[in-house]
C-alpha cells in the first residue's frame, strides 16, 4: 500500500469538494459512491495501520486493489468537472 497513492488520493478528493457543486448528477452519485468506498477505507485501514506496521500480502494486495479503484473513479470525476469547465 503506499502511501504517496494514499495522498494522491486525499488530495484529489479534496480538489473535487471544491468543484463537485458545479458537477452533472451523475458525476455527483459517483462521487456519493466513491466518497462512501473511501471512508469505509479509512475505517478499515486505521485499525490495520495501528495494530502492525506489516499488513499481510493478501490485506495488503486488497487495499492497493482498492486505492487504485478509488484513484480511477476519482479521476474519472476530476475528468468530468474539467470537461464541463472547457
Keep these: 500500500m503506499s502511501d504517496n497513492l494514499m495522498q494522491d488520493i486525499a ?12 458537477g452533472k448528477a451523475e458525476t455527483r452519485d459517483l462521487f456519493a459512491e466513491l466518497e462512501r468506498k473511501w471512508e469505509a477505507l479509512q475505517h478499515r485501514l486505521k485499525p490495520v495501520k495501528e495494530a502492525t506496521r506489516e499488513a499481510a500480502a493478501d490485506v495488503g494486495q486488497a487495499m492497493g486493489t482498492l486505492l487504485e479503484e478509488l484513484y480511477a473513479g476519482y479521476k474519472k470525476v476530476e ?6 469547465r472547457s
Design 11 to 22: 488530495r484529489m478528493r479534496d480538489e473535487i469538494k471544491l468543484h463537485i457543486h458545479l
Design 79 to 84: 475528468q468530468a468537472l474539467k470537461s464541463m
